[in-house]
């Protein structure tokens, strides 16, 4: 088993910055996917982001891309997403995941966190 806590959400203006931190916790991290994934008021649950175990590769959804970033800390067990210019349509409740393989695919990932609140005000 692998928990995850994620933490980091909260309220920011349009253009603002968040950094949204996961904490893993049960077995080893480093053999780990690292997803972000968010589901915003009635949507489906969308991916954002992963990182491969060692941090040397990462994916973005291409809503994300050149404004998320995604990082991971092998020797603290942590992961993380830097957000730049946010906007409203970023607003939704991300969550983090912990998968063996690498995946954008939600249902295909093992372990999940309880979920951060970020909100973009306009």
Request: proline share 2%; aromatic share 14%; net charge neutral.
């Amino acid at each position: 088993q692998v928990q995850l806590v994620e933490s980091g959400g909260g309220l920011v203006q349009t253009g603002g910055s968040l950094r949204l931190s996961c904490a893993a916790s049960g077995r080893t991290f480093s053999n780990y996917v690292m997803g972000w994934f968010r589901q915003g008021p009635g949507k489906d649950r969308e991916f954002v982001a992963y990182i491969s175990t060692w941090g040397t590769s990462a994916y973005y959804a291409d809503s994300v891309k050149g404004r998320f970033t995604i990082s991971r800390d092998n020797a603290k067990n942590m992961a993380y997403l830097q957000m730049n210019s946010l906007k409203p349509e970023d607003t939704a409740v991300y969550y983090c995941a912990a998968d063996s393989s690498v995946t954008t695919l939600s249902h295909e990932y093992d372990y999940w966190g309880q979920g951060t609140q970020v909100t973009v005000s306009s």
